[in-house]
């Protein structure tokens, strides 16, 4: 469904950096862990993370202890905030769809692509702006988990109620 909040947006688009080269159930069996390691995902506490700080979270086994992907979720604190001051992050994101869900038509599985280009240019975007782990790949993995992309097959009957809701509740800009 899509998701307008700017921290869940933050926390989904760190959730989805930590998976990369991982399966998607090791990051949501730590879930719970990331949000207790990381102040509930709150971007201007982890903006403030020190080294000693860092080096509590490489030692907490209830997350993946990756020390890149742990500074780049401190680098991304910071660029989220500079954006969310500047206009607001969901607005930022979501005016790369002009505040609207990409409804795509996909009948089988094997026709969902990994990326776009626009996932391309968003990924590149975030990069000049500071953000870490966020290639095209993981935004469009992002874009999907947070109804940017409505990528449930026809078939599916998530797809019908993702394109009613999306047309139903306007971009609250």
Not at 58 to 64: A, H, L, P
Not at 127 to 134: I, L
Request: aromatic share 12%.
């Amino acid at each position: 469904m899509p998701e307008h909040d700017s921290r869940a947006l933050y926390e989904k688009l760190i959730l989805d950096g930590f998976q990369a080269g991982l399966s998607w159930i090791t990051v949501l069996r730590k879930r719970e862990a990331f949000r207790a390691a990381f102040d509930h995902f709150d971007p201007e506490k982890i903006a403030r993370y020190t080294p000693a700080k860092i080096e509590s979270l490489m030692q907490n086994s209830g997350i993946i202890r990756n020390r890149a992907k742990i500074e780049g979720t401190v680098a991304s604190a910071r660029a989220f905030l500079k954006i969310e001051e500047s206009e607001g992050f969901s607005n930022y994101l979501w005016d790369f769809f002009d505040g609207k869900t990409v409804q795509n038509t996909f009948r089988d599985a094997a026709e969902i692509p990994a990326q776009t280009p626009l996932s391309a240019k968003i990924a590149r975007d975030l990069k000049k702006r500071g953000f870490n782990f966020c290639g095209p790949t993981v935004v469009y993995a992002f874009c999907q988990a947070t109804g940017m992309v409505n990528d449930h097959l026809v078939s599916c009957w998530r797809h019908a109620e993702c394109l009613a809701y999306a047309k139903r509740r306007p971009w609250p800009r």
